[in-house]
């Protein structure tokens, strides 16, 4: 049995620092780079995609909306259209600067209240993915399992991978508790740690209500902007381990 384990970075922004993605770079297996929207710049980028590389860790896409003061995590009514061009836009940064780097972008990950709004809506869900994969096809979407994202993928025929959050509770429908309600944020490393040991094994991910739901499982991932980040991280890890697991990127 064996996991990728993620974590959302390179999203500082100029000489304002956001985690420590060094650090997290020796815990995790693969790296979800932002893209200059919702944070992260050129310089911020260059320099997490090449200690990514020297690390070994798998590169991958995290584009957004442009909401830098509100760290993507607002939703925007913006087009569809729109919507494309940006998600074009930003994948095809992502992939000049991990060139230049000596790496590739391997997978795609859409960031924050985009993400959640594409877990809800099948139509905004293929609008994002077609948009990515018109860039490149064979690049692996990664998705929350079980929401609106899964039969759209599964219509699209493309490579994707099914993802749980270390950090975060679920609803019963597999969408994020939003973060604005008591609980939906993870804090304690070691019941992140206990939680994904346990959904892991038995492919089941555990809702807030106490529910089991069964759902592929193909990688992890830990939020890079909290302060425990790193704590969480590397717990998870080790208990991963421990539990024969393998953690190895997608």
């Given at each position: 049995m064996k996991v990728d384990l993620n974590a959302d970075m390179g999203e500082s922004f100029g000489a304002w620092t956001m985690g420590n993605d060094a650090a997290l770079l020796d815990i995790v297996t693969s790296a979800n780079i932002a893209c200059g929207f919702h944070a992260g710049d050129p310089d911020v980028m260059a320099l997490t995609m090449a200690l990514a590389v020297q690390k070994g860790v798998g590169i991958?896409?995290?584009?957004?909306?442009a909401d830098l003061?509100?760290?993507?995590r607002r939703r925007l009514p913006i087009p569809a259209k729109e919507l494309v061009n940006a998600m074009t836009?930003?994948?095809g940064a992502a992939q000049?600067?991990?060139?230049a780097a000596g790496g590739q972008v391997r997978h795609f990950k859409i960031h924050g209240a985009l993400?959640?709004?594409a877990c809800e809506n099948e139509?905004?869900?293929?609008?994002?993915?077609?948009?990515?994969?018109k860039v490149d096809p064979d690049i692996v979407i990664v998705a929350l399992p079980g929401t609106a994202m899964e039969p759209v993928l599964t219509d699209l025929g493309c490579q994707w991978a099914a993802?749980?959050?270390?950090?975060?509770?679920?609803?019963d429908d597999l969408t994020l508790v939003d973060r604005s309600l008591p609980g939906?944020?993870?804090?304690?490393?070691?019941?992140?740690?206990?939680?994904m040991v346990d959904m892991v094994k038995t492919g089941k991910i555990l809702t807030a209500s106490g529910n089991r739901i069964p759902a592929r499982i193909d990688t992890i991932c830990v939020h890079g902007d909290g302060p425990e980040a790193l704590a969480i991280a590397r717990s998870v890890r080790n208990a991963l381990e421990a539990a024969d697991v393998t953690v190895a990127r997608l």
């Amino acid at each position: 049995m064996k996991v990728d384990l993620n974590a959302d970075m390179g999203e500082s922004f100029g000489a304002w620092t956001m985690g420590n993605d060094a650090a997290l770079l020796d815990i995790v297996t693969s790296a979800n780079i932002a893209c200059g929207f919702h944070a992260g710049d050129p310089d911020v980028m260059a320099l997490t995609m090449a200690l990514a590389v020297q690390k070994g860790v798998g590169i991958g896409a995290h584009p957004g909306f442009a909401d830098l003061k509100g760290f993507g995590r607002r939703r925007l009514p913006i087009p569809a259209k729109e919507l494309v061009n940006a998600m074009t836009y930003q994948l095809g940064a992502a992939q000049g600067m991990a060139r230049a780097a000596g790496g590739q972008v391997r997978h795609f990950k859409i960031h924050g209240a985009l993400n959640n709004m594409a877990c809800e809506n099948e139509a905004l869900a293929r609008t994002l993915f077609e948009a990515a994969l018109k860039v490149d096809p064979d690049i692996v979407i990664v998705a929350l399992p079980g929401t609106a994202m899964e039969p759209v993928l599964t219509d699209l025929g493309c490579q994707w991978a099914a993802e749980i959050f270390a950090d975060r509770a679920y609803n019963d429908d597999l969408t994020l508790v939003d973060r604005s309600l008591p609980g939906a944020v993870l804090h304690d490393p070691a019941e992140a740690a206990s939680r994904m040991v346990d959904m892991v094994k038995t492919g089941k991910i555990l809702t807030a209500s106490g529910n089991r739901i069964p759902a592929r499982i193909d990688t992890i991932c830990v939020h890079g902007d909290g302060p425990e980040a790193l704590a969480i991280a590397r717990s998870v890890r080790n208990a991963l381990e421990a539990a024969d697991v393998t953690v190895a990127r997608l």
